[in-house]
């Protein structure tokens, strides 16, 4: 048994193992590490546990980022809601996350941090605030239809009513996906990704990726990421123009994505990762979603204090409160700049 380094020689070994693994997410795919890359030049190192004759039994993709106002730290995955190990069992998990704290010893890392779907028992010190909220699909789009309180149904005829229309592509959508997340980003005070960062995901993801964007005649007012694996699609990205709320372009959206979920014979659709009890949260739950308890633990450097880079974190009140008057194109320049440290 040993861990080694990944390298793009490895990659469609690790992809059959993460496509059998029972604790497996997209996000695990030896191509996010080549994503994440090319969009901020993190190093990555993908760790694979194999048994003597090659055979993949565990994975871990980390990613070392290191700037002077967020720290010096690896984490699994950055920029999405999962990652961490995903592993045969607790032996090869273990190996893993060891060679995970040697690499991170080596490059003075403060911290570690695994995001995990399941738990970990490794006695690490564990934020649960984070929540995944899943809904389990219908084999029919209309017994989901049916399914909905009236009030869900009427908000997504009003934007229907209004003219809105959606659709549905990749790299030609890309530009008015665009257009309103880094709208949206603005107004929450959180700088934006760069665009290239999404064309990556969608050359390197032709079969699983894709856009849906509600249009109110040419403007798109609302836009959403879309990326599958195994029995579940999940929007981790999604957007509406705030000039346009009063039509509900947000539920025409999420509507549609639904109903290409069912069409593609999707069983779970993900909205993302919400805390609990918040307006994300509520918004989810109208739809039927549940929650799915996130758990994401952290090796501390010498017992360190938990990391908190979070807006919820006072210290950046100041710096949010400003970035919400700034101009939306000087936001898309300086954004990417600035969010590429931020896990």
Not at 21 to 30: D, M
Not at 108 to 135: C, Y
Not at 288 to 295: D, E, I, R, T
Request: hydrophobic share 35%; with cysteine; glycine share 6%.
């Amino acid at each position: 048994m040993n861990v080694k380094i990944a390298n793009i020689e490895d990659s469609k070994r690790i992809d059959s193992y993460i496509q059998e693994s029972a604790f497996s997410s997209l996000y695990h795919k030896y191509s996010w590490c080549v994503v994440i890359e090319k969009s901020f030049g993190h190093k990555c190192y993908y760790l694979l546990c194999q048994e003597g004759n090659g055979k993949p039994v565990g994975v871990l993709p980390l990613v070392h980022m290191k700037s002077m106002i967020f720290g010096n730290m690896l984490v699994s995955m950055p920029f999405f809601n999962y990652g961490g190990v995903c592993a045969d069992d607790d032996v090869h998990r273990d190996l893993l996350i060891q060679e995970a704290i040697r690499i991170a010893k080596d490059l003075d890392a403060d911290h570690i941090e695994f995001r995990q779907e399941n738990r970990l028992t490794s006695g690490f010190p564990v934020k649960t605030h984070k929540v995944s909220m899943r809904l389990s699909l219908p084999v029919s789009i209309d017994t989901l239809w049916k399914a909905f309180p009236s009030k869900l149904r009427s908000q997504i005829k009003r934007s229907q009513k209004e003219g809105m229309v959606v659709r549905t592509g990749r790299h030609e959508e890309l530009d008015n996906f665009y257009k309103v997340f880094s709208l949206c980003m603005r107004n929450l005070g959180t700088p934006v990704y760069p665009k290239h960062f999404f064309r990556n995901i969608l050359d390197h993801f032709p079969d699983s990726t894709r856009i849906c964007s509600v249009y109110l005649g040419d403007k798109p007012v609302a836009s959403g990421f879309l990326a599958g694996f195994k029995n579940r699609l999940e929007i981790p990205w999604a957007s509406s123009d705030p000039r346009y709320n009063r039509f509900s372009p947000n539920m025409l959206l999420y509507w549609n994505c639904l109903n290409i979920a069912c069409e593609k014979g999707f069983t779970e659709f993900d909205f993302g990762r919400s805390t609990v009890g918040e307006g994300t949260y509520r918004f989810k739950e109208q739809w039927g979603a549940v929650p799915s308890q996130l758990h994401w633990y952290y090796w501390l450097r010498n017992g360190g204090t938990l990391p908190e880079i979070t807006p919820r974190n006072k210290k950046y009140d100041l710096a949010i409160a400003i970035w919400k008057k700034l101009p939306v194109p000087i936001t898309r320049t300086l954004g990417p700049h600035i969010i590429k440290n931020i896990p």
